[in-house]
């Protein structure tokens, strides 16, 4: 008969690996992240949709991975390894660098205005550091660096140049503006309007990728509903709660 000692030894080595394996879940979205810049680095309109492909996977990996770590304990069970820094090292690259250097990469930007793309990357730096960039009701505070995002649709609409600039400085702008956006995988408000519609906008955006190039600068448009409702519903949040403070 096994002793309780040597029982609850076993649970605990249990709990370090399930620990662990999250941990290493998190981090295959860093392997994401060396096959987008291989793909950049190659460039072509096949490379770049494949890269974008692989910022999809990268985002499913961080919109699952709070979650498994939440049921593993992780913090408790390997308190000496931060899981935090893990995921904005991971997060920093799949969601702002590469996405920027894809932009650059396919000349969204005309070469006199490139140089403009370093403007998000030093916002989303801050942003990425700021301590309270997450509140504790679970919102963000200022824009997320959804840069992968904004990459997809300049990429795939290619608008004028203007409005590609506007957009980048428009976004780096709401960075520092410290009003919430919805953390869908935190849940709090519309968190299940948000998880639904992006099940769907994946879909979408597969399409939009893969599926017949006729449709697919068409399949990107109408894919925009889901950002927008984003905003939308980020905006009814933020006036809620300027209407909250002010009382």
């Known amino acids: 008969m096994a002793s309780p000692a040597g029982g609850c030894h076993g649970v605990v080595t249990v709990r370090k690996v399930a620990a662990w394996l999250v941990h290493l879940y998190t981090a295959t979205g860093l392997l994401c992240c ?20 692989l910022m999809m996977i990268a ?3 961080d ?3 709070g979650w498994l770590a939440r049921k593993a304990d992780v913090k408790a069970v390997l308190p000496g390894f931060d899981g935090r ?9 799949a969601y702002t660098s590469l996405p920027l250097l894809l932009l650059w990469r396919a000349a969204v930007l005309p070469d006199g205005l490139a140089w403009l793309l370093l403007v998000p990357l030093l916002a989303s ?3 990425f550091s700021r301590v309270e960039a997450k509140t504790h009701d679970g919102y ?3 824009f997320p660096s959804y840069w992968n995002v904004v990459a997809f649709y300049l990429y795939m609409l290619r608008p004028p140049a203007i409005l590609s600039v506007a957009t980048l400085v428009l976004f780096a702008v709401l960075t520092f503006v410290p009003t919430p956006y919805i953390y869908a995988t935190r849940g709090g408000r519309f968190a299940t309007t948000i998880n639904v519609g992006a099940a769907i906008w994946f879909g979408l955006l597969g399409i939009a990728l893969f599926g017949p190039p006729e449709y697919s600068t068409t399949i990107a448009a109408l894919s925009m509903f889901y950002p927008l409702i984003y905003l939308s519903l980020s ?7 300027g209407l909250r403070s002010a009382r």
Not at 86 to 91: A, N, T
Request: no cysteine.
């Open 85 to 93: 820094a893990l995921d904005d090292l991971i997060d920093f690259h």
């Open 63 to 65: 919109a699952t991975d």
């Open 235 to 241: 905006a009814v949040v933020a006036a809620q709660t």
């Open 125 to 127: 730096a801050y942003g």
């Open 140 to 142: 963000f505070l200022g």
């Open 59 to 61: 985002t499913a990996i």
């Open 34 to 53: 060396a096959g987008m810049a291989v793909l950049i680095v190659q460039g072509g309109e096949t490379a770049f949709r494949w890269a974008f492909f």
